[in-house]
C-alpha cells in the first residue's frame, strides 16, 4: 500500500472539474450576483452581505465534502487493487 498523500484543489478540478465547479464556483457566482443586484437595485447591502457570506460558507464546505468523498473513492479503489493483485 502507499503512504498517505495529500492532494491539491487542483487535482480535484482536474479528475472531476464539472462537479467540483458547481460545488465552488456557483456559490460563489450567486453571491456575487446577489451582491449586484443589491448595488443597482438600491437595496441595502446588509441582506446581500449576509447572503453572500452563507453563500460562500456553503462552497467551503461542499468542496470540502466533495474532496472527503474524492479521497474515500481513491482508496476504496487502491484497496481493491490490492486485493486482485493478492493471492
Same mark, same amino acid.
Given at each position: 500500500?502507499?503512504?498517505?498523500?495529500?492532494?491539491?484543489?487542483?487535482?480535484?478540478?482536474?479528475?472531476?472539474?464539472?462537479?467540483?465547479?458547481? !460545488?465552488? !464556483?456557483?456559490?460563489?457566482?450567486?453571491?456575487?450576483?446577489? !451582491?449586484?443586484?443589491?448595488?443597482?437595485?438600491?437595496?441595502?447591502?446588509?441582506?446581500?452581505?449576509?447572503?453572500?457570506?452563507?453563500?460562500?460558507?456553503?462552497?467551503?464546505?461542499?468542496?470540502?465534502?466533495?474532496?472527503?468523498?474524492?479521497? +474515500?473513492? +481513491?482508496?476504496?479503489?487502491? !484497496?481493491?487493487?490490492? +486485493?486482485?493483485?493478492?493471492?
Amino acid at each position: 500500500m502507499s503512504t498517505r498523500r495529500s492532494f491539491t484543489l487542483v487535482e480535484l478540478f482536474w479528475d472531476t472539474p464539472a462537479q467540483s465547479s458547481l !460545488l465552488a !464556483l456557483g456559490p460563489l457566482a450567486l453571491a456575487l450576483g446577489q !451582491l449586484g443586484n443589491s448595488y443597482v437595485n438600491g437595496v441595502s447591502p446588509t441582506v446581500s452581505l449576509a447572503f453572500a457570506v452563507v453563500m460562500i460558507a456553503f462552497a467551503v464546505t461542499a468542496l470540502g465534502h466533495h474532496a472527503a468523498e474524492y479521497r +474515500r473513492q +481513491r482508496l476504496e479503489a487502491e !484497496l481493491e487493487s490490492v +486485493r486482485r493483485s493478492t493471492p
